[in-house]
């Protein structure tokens, strides 16, 4: 079942990217999407079944269940399973850095560390995160992670330049000069 959820959220994702991004032959980008798939899928079932039995050791183990016991789960499973830094792990792990802040921010304001505002917050948020990313990618482009660099390139640096409508509809790549 866990297996299932990896390939059907990594699967997807692999095809678009090395299609876009990677060079290289039919069989190299293939084998490049099957092994993405097959590292999110195995990592995302094996830290599900470490979770869920140090979960239950601890349960066990106290006689009833505490909240820092999932914490301790978890901290043990991501540091064993998620703990090589590979782009499959990068990639979980900056997803999950931008859901767990949102997160904290909510809690903050629910158990009334933070002030709710009056105001909608989101458009400053957007507007400092793109202003920070773009930033950033004009001027610490190295900084960035690989693929946030691969796209911003395409994005930003490819469409300066342009040969004909198969730019616009197929894809934008500078050509080598002859």
Same mark, same amino acid.
């Given at each position: 079942?866990?297996?299932?959820?990896?390939?059907?959220?990594?699967?997807?994702?692999? @095809?678009?990217?090395?299609? &876009?991004?990677?060079? =290289?032959?039919?069989?190299?980008? &293939?084998?490049?999407?099957?092994?993405?798939?097959?590292?999110?899928?195995?990592?995302?079932?094996? $830290?599900?079944?470490?979770?869920?039995?140090?979960?239950?050791?601890?349960?066990?183990?106290?006689?009833?269940?505490?909240?820092?016991?999932?914490? @301790?789960?978890?901290?043990? =499973?991501? !540091?064993?399973? $998620?703990?090589?830094?590979?782009?499959?792990?990068?990639?979980?792990?900056?997803?999950?850095?931008?859901?767990?802040? !949102?997160? &904290?921010?909510?809690?903050?304001?629910?158990?009334?560390?933070?002030?709710?505002?009056?105001?909608?917050? !989101?458009?400053?948020?957007?507007?400092?995160?793109?202003?920070?990313?773009?930033?950033? $990618?004009?001027?610490?482009?190295?900084?960035?992670?690989?693929?946030?660099?691969?796209?911003?390139?395409?994005?930003?640096?490819?469409?300066?330049?342009?040969?004909?409508?198969?730019? !616009?509809?197929?894809?934008?790549?500078?050509?080598?000069?002859?």
């Amino acid at each position: 079942m866990w297996h299932r959820y990896g390939v059907k959220i990594r699967a997807p994702h692999a @095809l678009v990217m090395t299609f &876009l991004f990677r060079s =290289g032959s039919l069989r190299e980008k &293939l084998r490049a999407i099957l092994q993405a798939t097959y590292t999110h899928s195995r990592n995302l079932a094996c $830290f599900v079944f470490a979770y869920k039995g140090l979960c239950a050791l601890q349960s066990r183990m106290q006689g009833k269940t505490h909240q820092v016991h999932s914490f @301790l789960a978890a901290f043990i =499973g991501g !540091f064993l399973i $998620f703990g090589d830094n590979n782009n499959i792990n990068s990639q979980i792990n900056m997803y999950l850095t931008s859901r767990v802040l !949102f997160a &904290l921010c909510r809690l903050g304001v629910e158990k009334g560390y933070i002030p709710e505002l009056k105001w909608d917050p !989101f458009p400053l948020h957007t507007a400092v995160v793109w202003g920070l990313v773009l930033w950033l $990618f004009e001027y610490h482009r190295s900084t960035l992670q690989p693929s946030l660099q691969s796209s911003m390139t395409y994005l930003y640096d490819d469409s300066n330049v342009w040969h004909d409508i198969s730019d !616009f509809l197929i894809y934008n790549k500078s050509r080598p000069s002859k």
